[in-house]
Each structure stands twice: as C-alpha cells, then as structure tokens.
C-alpha cells in the first residue's frame, strides 16, 4: 500500500482523470465559470493543494517538466512535498525554471518572468467563490451568478472606500472575466492580477475541498473590479530586491533582528536566483545587502 | 549575507523520522500490535471504519496505530486508501430486519416482540476508575446468555407502529432509482435524503453530538423518542447481472437507530409519529443516535416546517460535518501565507501614513 | 456481442488517453486552431480515428453518447464505443456529454443539443463533428483564447452553420461546444466564439 510504483500513473485513477479532464474542457469552454466535480480524498489534506494536485495529475504526460512553487519559491516545504509527490508517481521531470516548465503548480503567487503559449499554470484554490464572504449559501452565489447580479460586490467594494478610503482587499482580488464570470483568481497578492490579463498561458484553478475547476483560456480578458473615481491599483513596493536588485516586482519581508531589522527580497526564488546569475555572468557586481 | 532557506526536503525527512519515533514511545514498552487494537480499542477501530467509510477490521486499527491515536488522522488515512479502490459493483441493501442481534433496546416500549437485549454497554456502569485493569487481569468470563428467540421474532419498532398507521411509512425504494453517491459525484443543493444519510453516516461524531443535542434544548426541536437502537451482525449481498442471483458476501456489524418524533397532521394526512434514522459501522450508539436526530432535522423542508434552527440547514450541516474536509483546511492555516500577510501589511501600513498624515494637518489647522 | 471482432482501442490506455485530451484541451484553449492528432486505432467507418480517440479518452460509465444516423446505423461502431468506453449510448440528443456527427450537412441544429442551465452551463453537449476538411481561412472569430482574430472554417456544413455559431454565442453562458476532426485532425470552437465575419 505504501509502494508508490504500485498507483497508477500520476496517482489518480483513469476513471477520475477523465472526469477532471471532462470538468476542465468545460472549464475553459466557460471561462470564469465554477464546474462542479467529484473531487476525491487525496493522500494530503485538504486545503493543502489537493484541487491543484488533482488538475495537474489529470493534465500531466510522460513528456511534461513540471515545476511547483508556495508563495513564489521552489523551495518552501509544501511545494517541496508536492514536487515529491509526482515525481515518485508520475515519474516526470521537474524544474525550478520558470520557462523549462510546462506545467506549473502554485499556490498563491503568479511567476515573475513572463509565461508563454503552451504553458499551463495550474492554482490551488482553497475558496472558489469570489462572492462566499459575501453571501455563505451556495445556492444562492450560483443563482447570483446565473443572473450576473454581482450587486453585493460592488457594494463591498465601495463600502470599503468609504470606510477606509481605500479597496481594503490586497489578495483575492476579485476580477471579470471576458465580461461575464466574477471569479477569485485564489489568495495571489493583487499584484499579480494584471499578469492575468491576456495571459498566453493556459491558467487552470482547482478547488478540491470545494470541488470545483475553473480556468482562464490564453488570451483572455481578466479585469480586477474597481471603479472610475478607484481605479484599481496594484501593490506598489518602494524599493528594489536586497539580493538581485530588481524592482517592480513581488517583494517577502525577512525579519532579520528584534531590533526592527528587515531587508526585502524577491518572493519569486527562481527570478531572483536567475537575475543573480545574470549579474555574476555580465561581471556586475551583486547588490550589497544592507545590513 | 543573507541566504533564503533551503533544503526543506532534508526538513521534511527529518521531521518524518521523528515522528516515527514518537510514535513508537519508549523502546522499553512493548510495541502495540493491530490485532491488539482491533480487539481492545473496537470502539475506535469502529469509528474510524464508519467516518472512513470503509468496512475494514485490519485496515483501521493500522491507521489507527500509524496516526498515533488520532482517530481523524486515521479516518483520513482510509479514506485516502478508499479513494484509490476500483468498483466491482454495488451490494443489495442490508436488512437490519434479519440482524443476529447483540444489543437491542426501546425506550417507548416497555415490552415487545423479541424483548430487551441489554449487550454489551456502558449504560449502568458507574464511571468508577477501574484500578485492576492496571494489572494484567485475568479473562472476563461471558454471563450466561439468555436464549434468544429467533432473530426474525424482533421487529423494528417502527413497524409495530406503522401497522396502525401511527407512523409516517418508510420512503420505499424503488428498484432502478439511482442512489447518490458524494464520492463520485460533488455534493449539490437540495440534497435528497439519501445523500444526507451518506454524509451524516460519513460525518464527524463530534458535529452530529452537538448538532443532535442542539435540537434537544429547542434549536428546532423534533420531540424524539428512541424507538429503538439495535446493534448486530448482518450478511451483505452482491447480485452480479451476469449470475442473476444474490451471492453473500461476508457480514458486518451495524448500529442501527430509529427514532420516533411527534408530527401534527394535515389536512391531507391524519396526525402520526415521524421518523429519524441513523445507521453506523460496528458500535456507535452516540454516533448513530445523533444522526438519527439530524436526520429528522433535516427533513424539515421536506415535512413543510420551517427552517429556524441550525441543525435542520442542510447546506450548513452537510458543508461542515466532513471532519477530513474540516481538519485540512483549518490545517492549512499552518502553510505560508506571507505573500498574502505582506500585501496586508503593506495596506495597514499605507492606512496608517494616510492617517497620521490627516491627524497632523487637522492638529495644524 | 463477440468481443474478438472488435476493432482495437489504445495500445497504452493512460498515456494515449492523456495525449488525445491535451490536444483537445488545447484545441479548446485556442479556438480554429488546427492540430494533428496522430493515432494508431482503426475504429469501424465511417468513424474517424480522431473522433474515436476523443470517446476513448473522454467517455465512460458516467457519460452519454449521442451518434448520428450515419454512424447509428453501423452496429459495430456502438459495438466499439461501447465496449472500448463502457458509456451509454443515448438516442436523445439532451441527455448527450458528446454527440458524434458523420454527417455534418445534415445535422440536427445546435439548439437540438443539451446547452447547459444558468446555473449550471456546463452541463451542456460537447458535438464531435466530422467534417472533411479544415482550414485557417473564412471566418473570423475573437474571443478568449485568440489574440487578435482567427480564420477558421470547416466543411462541409450546413449553409446556415454561421447564423448558428452566432446564436451559440448569443446565448453565453449556455451554449455546446465544437470539436472538429477529420481523419488526422481537430480544431475547436467552444461556445465564447464570437463571429465577426461570415466571410
Ligand atoms: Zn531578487
């Protein structure tokens, strides 16, 4: 029982792959859209990436590099634990490279460097419904849906504003999609948003506790909500990585001393990894870190 | 210089070695065996199969073992195992009509058909730390059992009082109706009664005690009787297509509770007692008990009453009574959230310039 | 059913399987997007090996098959889906997860196929239609999964496929979903094809 070789490929069952597989070309057929499925117990709990792991179980093949990263890195102990996972079952290979990869997993953060046609980025989902704070009834979000009544988002929004002079929502920030579907794109920073916007990429969501799929076709308009005297605005840092340099990009607070120490590194390992490299190669000399 | 952390699969290994340390305790105690387990720790081995869905006597007390104890951990362990088994077919429904029974008892009827059968219970112990059981004791000796008369001779309750039309007849099945299944197909709302028996079947004990007991103390209350609990052993049966007749299969113990609630009548239908059900693996009349009350809650929209009550919200009850969905995702809270932390902490920090900002001026002003 | 006339399925189930839905998942993902679609089964005609591998690789004991007269009225092609798939072949369009055309000048309009409810818009039909020959010229679609604009048409149709495509699109998030073969390709048009241009 504990022989991994003695699972089938990639640990699902045929039958539940083609159901996934059956689930996600709907998905895509109707982007921003939540299709049900018969999400199964995996051998990792749920609410730790098992909608995502069965997506990337049903869309995997032989010939794929898969890479898998938890809040941007590569190398966090849920990403590593889930890398494991199909390399033992599916027997793949697997890549830190953003662009060697052709599928890759995630959870909570969009990679840094551009994705580009024939990728797959696939998310772990952990609530689907973009409206569940608002409204807890499932019954009632998919009647809200179905009439695009998205009223109570709005509303949200602004009280917000109202209260805070700001849209206080900074991850989950919801968006539309094509126009029609308001859809959570998971807990990614809203500073990711805009790299859902005409995507190259096919972008596959899997909810597994809350069994559902969703998806963003490549070249699809994703807007975030916002309003025209809020325009919506992405997390701005005012500064550069400590490590790579670089700005404009997603930055983790490290504590460094109880002293109020902290430095800012990138939140994407590989890009910063692949920027350093860059840099030793070109002769630059690194960034002092400021101590 | 700083350096990110790596080697988190060096970490996880380590930490995986130390669990099984811990698991296995002091060396110098002898190490538990399954069949242990499966013979001393029934009642865990029997939850475990009830809430992991899965009839298996050597497959619960393992994970019972491997999760240290922890029985949710253990149910977790089967159903993921569950999950990976292929489908042979479909057994014909027990008959808990035919059960060789162990335990039977009715708190409406003082005597009945078949009689009392008080079991194996810890109803009347007096819950008296038992010191000997420190010590090696010597083999209980069985009493003498009563004879029994023949099983079929112990009607359900129930039935006794649906032969004077007292109580709302059992729903009757209907052959080639289809019967939900949630492990293949996603939960969706309404959910008939079939699908909110599996899920309550499948559901944490703990939920179902509070929810059942909730209704006790007027959070929709169902005016319950215990019709009758009883505990035994029933055949299961498969009938391939291609063979025509029922072959058995095994047999497996089941608790059984039909509870009896009041109902007033209608104008379409003369006032008569409702019903309740709750069926578990093994023995579990706390678990099967509770089910039976929320069943009956949760028939609250089918019955035409009105749903005040949190035990009778089918969308709130079957979204929360899966303690494997439940656990994972409090769980999960555990995993790293500070690239969502960090966009929070940017938002509060900008909030607070804004606001000093604004404090500063109004101070000027 | 003798089980030893039926023509064979994949030579290896899990990695055929996962093939033939990458180039469906793509085909999806890119509208009028034409792709190979190499096969090695020699499924009963007149249905295509490209059509018979989408069945393959995405049909079962849980879905309904619809086929048309043509193919209908050939027993050993249900003989092979059905024992190949184990799905239930259905003779109402409605309840259909995939309805395979033979016969495309002649098929049933769209609206004559499962579309989905408001609530639920994917349980909505999936037509496999078999036509003769694809091409990246003719229409004009936008919509997601295109960048700027696709050329894509296919025939043979019926003469009003075009007024239909665009009542398919009018009526999102209902609609079905179109998966072109012909004997070594496919391409798709799911329902968010817009058609600018019946050219
Ligand atoms: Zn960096």
Known sequence: ?291 | MYVAVKGGEAAIAAAHTLLAKERRGDPAVPELTTDQIREQLALAVDRVMSEGSLYDRDLAPLAIKQARGDLIEAIFLVRAYRSTLPRFGYAQPIDTSAMSIRRRISATFKDLPGGQVLGPTFDYTHRLLDDSLNEVAAEPTAPARRPIADDANAPHVADLLGEQGLIEPNPQATDDAPVADLTRDPLAFPAERDLRLQSLARGDEGLLLALGYSTQRGYGRTHPFAGEIRMGSVEVHLAPEELGFEVPLGTIVVTECEMVNQFKGSAESPPQFTRGYGLTFGHSERKSMSMALVDRALRTRELGEEVVAPAQDEEFVLSHVDNVQATGFVEHLKLPHYVDFQAELQLVRQMRREWEEANRKEAAE | MSTSAVARGFADPVHDSQKVFRRALDAMAHPGRIAQLGTHIEPPAPLFATSASLLLALADYETCVWLDDTLAEVPAIAEFVRFHTGTRLTRARREAEFAVIAEPEHMPPLTAFASGTPEYPDRSTTLIIQVETLANRGWQFTGPGIRECASFSAAPLPPDFPEQLAANRARFPLGVDLIFTTQTEIAALPRTCRIVEAA
């Open chain 1, 1 to 291: 029982m504990s022989d991994a070789a003695s699972y089938n490929f990639a640990y699902l069952d045929e039958q539940t792959k083609r159901m996934i597989r059956r689930a996600l070309l709907k998905a895509v057929a109707i982007p921003g859209y939540q299709v049900p499925f018969a999400s199964r117990e995996m051998p990792m709990p749920y609410g730790w990436g098992t909608g995502g792991v069965q997506v990337t179980a049903s869309v995997l093949g032989a010939d794929d590099t898969l890479k898998v990263i938890d809040q941007g890195s590569d190398d966090t102990t849920n990403a590593v634990s889930i890398r494991k996972f199909f390399e033992r079952t599916a027997g793949i290979a697997t890549t830190t490279h953003t662009s060697e990869a052709t599928v890759i997993q995630t959870r909570h953060r969009i990679p840094e460097a551009p994705l580009g046609e024939g990728q797959i980025l696939v998310y772990q989902v952990p609530i689907p419904e973009p409206l569940r704070f608002l409204e807890p009834r499932e019954t009632e979000t998919r009647r809200l849906h179905a009439l695009e009544d998205y009223g109570l988002m709005h509303v949200k929004l602004y009280e917000d504003i109202a209260r805070h002079g700001h849209i206080a929502t900074t991850y989950a920030y919801p968006v539309k999609v094509d126009g029609r579907y308001i859809m959570d794109p998971s807990p990614t920073p809203k500073f990711d948003n805009p790299k859902m916007d005409m995507c190259p990429a096919l972008q596959l969501f899997g909810a597994g506790r809350e069994k559902r799929i969703y998806a963003l076709p490549p070249y699809t308009k994703v807007v975030s909500l916002d309003f025209e005297d809020h325009p919506f605005e992405p997390t701005k840092f005012d500064r550069g990585c400590a490590l790579c340099g670089s700005e404009g990009i997603y930055l983790d607070e490290v504590v460094t001393d109880d002293r109020g120490g902290r430095m800012f590194v990138c939140s994407d390992t590989d890009y910063c990894e692949s920027r350093r490299a860059e840099a030793t190669e070109g002769g630059h000399a690194l960034h002092e870190v400021p101590r």
